[in-house]
C-alpha cells in the first residue's frame, strides 16, 4: 500500500513538472517574478496531497487547478491554503512580464535584432547578448526570467 501512495504522489508530482513546462511554453510579466519552476515546486511541496485527493482527473492547467483548489478549500491543508494563491500568482505575474518585454523592447526588437514584436520570443537570444539594449529594455528582460 505504501508504495502504491508513493507512487501516486510521484504521478503527481511528475504531472505537476509538467504543468510547469506547459507554462514555460506559451509566449511571454514585473518586478521581482518568482520564475515558474519555483511557483510549481512550491505548489507540489505544500498541495501534491490535495491534488492527488481532491483534483484527481484535473487537466494540469494553471485555470483548472487554481479553480479546483479553490472549490476544496475546505480539505485543505493550512499549508497549502497558505502557498497555493501565492504560486499561482506568482506564476501570472512572470507571464505578464514576458508579456511586457515587447512592449519594453520594441525598438531593440526591431532595429538591433531585425525581428518582430508578434514573435519577441524568437529575439530574446539577441536581446540577450547585443550591446546598444536600452535600460528599460534591460529591466522588463530580468523581470520575466530571461536574464
Known sequence: ??????SDNAMVRGGVILFAFALVA?????AETMSFGDAVAQLANSCAAEIDANCRGVNLDSNRLKECLSRNQDVLSPQCKSDYLRSFDAIQ????ARVAV????????VKLCAGSTKETSKSIP???T?????ARCLQAMTEAGYR
Not at 1 to 6: E, H, K, N, Q, R
Not at 93 to 96: E, G, L, M, V
Open 26 to 30: 506559451p509566449p511571454l510579466a514585473a
Open 93 to 96: 505575474k512572470r507571464i505578464a
Open 126 to 128: 539577441c536581446l540577450t
Open 130 to 134: 547585443t550591446k546598444g539594449v536600452g
Open 102 to 109: 515587447a512592449n519594453a523592447c520594441m525598438r531593440e526588437i
Open 1 to 6: 500500500m505504501a508504495d502504491l501512495i508513493g
